[in-house]
């Protein structure tokens, strides 16, 4: 939840068909008026500015947010949000949602913050009740949008390109161009290459539970390269009663794999080939008091995965996804005070696997829903029910039980004083995830009779946020959420008897509770200068309660720390930028007995950047170095998956 600075036009609100160019806009705000549930944008040049390789990275900013990260530049990076777990996080991109039926989880290290204008996260669901109905299914939700052509007039075309080297042997060029090709058509087309060995030093040192030191490395990280490339076209045009927009998105990429290092064993077999495509379009049209929103979207996932490791079963697998969505949402405003909506979501999905035995399932899901909208002058509400319908098909054997389930529910927001800088919040949500294809038919591990996870939240929050263009004191702005959560019938891997043969059950039973706070004041003590400092905070006690005669009984969950919280200071001046920015994550278990053996030590980053605008004639340059881990820390996001230490960036980009 961060501030809008705009160097003398910090009130200035967003336009969406604008043709004026705002320079050195950070948009990171949320909307007074609308947001009525809890969210945390990052926008424009504060994206730039955050030393982030990709999504993943700048998501570490968000208050209760858990980022994995197997290490590197090609490592993989899945988030948790309120410790629901990384299927209960939804992503979506310019409109539509991603999905990946096998697992489950989005690798957000696959996607560049390159063409990137924004990114959201909101706790429970958006805040719009015009949205495709499988919006409102997740815990918690993260949105991408892609940067859309804004021209001057007598402007036809915008080019930019970027080249990025550093640690790591990195090499990043990256190039986008726009045309306007009529007054209501533009297109861009954005390509990046990304190649990096990922090779770093680090130091492994282990102390056993008896305080003895069992190993003391320093040694080079291997099997993490990477070679990537991103190809995304985007076309969009005006109507004369709405709008439209096509995108055709291509990544491809072969990296490494990294390994765990345990007893000294670096682990080094792995490697994975990614193939993901896909098409979608949108459609928006406004007719009085109706509107419609459509999507539509074909995706092709293929993924090949190797492990040669002479230790280990030699793997050689092509995994391949297919996905066809539909999705038809419409918003009736029966007076300005009260609006009426409804959903249908159409999703088949579909995995063939080169795996002996593999049932090759395929699933229709639809998702019906139904919201209403209540917005007065100094209070806000809105309610939904969701109802998703699940049908599986599998080769050669009896399908599981078709699955319904109906999710209910109800956001308020409340401003106690007259010039709307204070105000409360709550809401009341219960959702589900759907066990993957993994969780159901993976052989000799899947089980076909799971229940979808369910999870009940409740949030109270209270946000000040006052704003003065023309005081020393150009913004204040305080946040605090309290919130609970429930997961049941949690899904988890439980041994079967024989070593290595592990079965699906639902066993789990996790209570949730913690608080967000964050904080941001912006000042402006000279002309053209603007110092910004926001730190977040958030404490989490999820422990298991599943049974009471587990060892790990109210334990803290794995890898979930009670206290976390990161810092940014910002300063400005005639076109240059200086960033500073802290990341703390306090201690955690790395297995679910809470016991000595399993801690796994706190660790905190420090990043610093530098870059300054430039301005030739009718050219843009930017140059950036940035520095991370600034005090080249030794940690472990993931327990044996050592992190780089200092490490250094530098950027140039070149806009016309």
Known sequence: MLFCIIPG???????????????????????????????????????????????????????????????????????????????????????VELGNAQNGQIDLGQFSLDNIEALSLYNGQKSEILQPAKDFGSAGTIYMKT?????????????????????????????????????????????????????????????????????????????????????????????????????????NSERGVPGAIVNNVWRRGERIWDTNSFVQGRY???????????????????????????????????????????????????????????????????????????????????????????????????????????????????????????????????YPLKNRDFSIRLFYKQSFRMPTFNDLYYADMGNSSLSPERVTQYNLGILYDHNSATSFITSVRLSSDIYYNKVKDKIVAYPKGQQFRWTMLNLGLVDIRGVDVTGLITVNPAKELYLTVRAQYTFQRAIDVTNPADNYYKDQIPYIPRHSGSAIANAQWKGWSLNYSWIYVGERYNQQENIRYNYTQPWYTSDLSLSKDFRLGKVNLRGLIEVNNLLSQDYDVILNYPMPKRNYRFTITVEI
């Not at 982030?52 to 988030?79: C, E, H, M, P």
């Not at 990304?194 to 056993?208: A, E, P």
């Not at 979501?345 to 995995?351: G, P, Q, V």
């Open 9 to 95: 036009l910090s009130n200035a609100k967003e336009q969406k068909d604008s043709t004026y160019l705002l320079e050195e806009v950070l948009v990171t705000a949320q909307q007074p008026n609308r947001d009525i549930i809890p969210v945390q944008t990052l926008s424009g040049d504060e994206l730039n500015r955050l030393n982030s390789n990709s999504v993943a990275d700048a998501l570490r900013y968000f208050s209760g947010v858990q980022v994995k990260d197997y290490g590197g530049v090609g490592g993989i990076k899945t988030v948790n949000i309120r410790s629901m777990g990384t299927n209960h996080t939804g992503v979506v991109y310019d409109g």
């Open 284 to 414: 928006t049209g406004f007719f009085g008091k109706f509107t419609t929103l459509n999507n539509i979207k074909y995706a092709f996932y293929r993924t090949h995965y190797v492990n040669n490791d002479d230790k280990q079963i030699k793997v050689d697998n092509l995994y391949k996804q297919k996905e066809a969505y539909i999705s038809s949402a419409n918003e009736f405003e029966i007076n300005k005070y009260w609006r009426l909506s409804g959903s249908y979501d159409f999703l088949w999905n579909s995995l063939d696997a080169d795996v002996y035995g593999f049932v090759k399932p395929d699933r229709i899901s639809q998702f019906l829903s139904v919201a209403t909208a209540l917005s007065l002058e100094r209070f806000s509400a809105q309610a939904s029910i969701l109802g998703t319908f699940i049908h599986d098909n599998i080769k050669g054997q009896q399908a599981p039980a078709d699955k319904h389930v109906f999710s209910p529910a109800v956001f308020m927001n409340g």
């Open 147 to 251: 940067r859309k052509p804004k021209f001057n007039e007598g402007e036809t075309y915008h080019a930019r390109a970027t080249l990025r080297t550093g640690s790591f042997d990195l090499l990043n060029p990256s190039a986008l161009v726009e045309l306007k090709l009529s007054e209501r058509v533009s297109a861009s087309l954005s390509a990046e290459w990304i190649n990096s060995s990922g090779k770093y030093k680090f130091r492994y040192r282990r102390v056993n539970p008896a305080g003895e030191l069992a190993y003391d490395t320093t040694a080079v990280r291997e099997n993490g390269d990477i070679n990537a490339t991103r190809l995304e076209l985007n076309t969009q045009g005006a109507l004369p009663s709405g709008s439209w927009t096509f995108k055709v998105y291509n990544y």
